[in-house]
Nanobody, 123 residues
Framework: VQLQASGGGLVQAGGSLRLFCAAS????????MSWFRQAPGKEREFVAA????????YYADSVKGRFTMSRENAKNTVYLQMNSLKPEDTAVYYC?????????????????WGQGTQVTVSS
């Protein structure tokens, strides 16, 4: 499956952004999806994941209560709604996919990755 992330941009602290990840090549309905991010000089870190059915969502502690991940399998798209953004959320955000994955969601060994979209939060 090929993934294309978009929706990043520059926003002030406290603002919101919505990221999109569009898939092609295969239907997303059998894929667990996730978002990771990587700030300059730091390792790529887990942000959020959603099960293939959409029935389960999982978040890093740093974004819990502020970010919401969702999916529309009919549109082959997943979303990351980011509210109450902080400067420390500044990073390149990547979407990833793995068929029926349900363990070690935080690990970076996902099957497919998109190209990333830059999110910059100014203070």
């Amino acid at each position: 499956v090929q993934l294309q992330a978009s929706g990043g941009g520059l926003v002030q602290a406290g603002g919101s952004l919505r990221l999109f990840c569009a898939a092609s090549g295969r239907p997303l309905s059998t894929y667990t999806m996730s978002w990771f991010r990587q700030a300059p000089g730091k390792e790529r870190e887990f942000v959020a994941a959603i099960s293939w059915s959409g029935g389960g969502t999982y978040y890093a502690d740093s974004v819990k209560g502020r970010f919401t991940m969702s999916r529309e399998n009919a549109k082959n798209t997943v979303y990351l709604q980011m509210n109450s953004l902080k400067p420390e959320d500044t990073a390149v955000y990547y979407c990833s996919a793995d068929r029926y994955r349900n363990t070690r969601l935080w690990s970076i060994d996902w099957q497919s990755w998109g190209q990333g979209t830059q999110v910059t939060v100014s203070s």
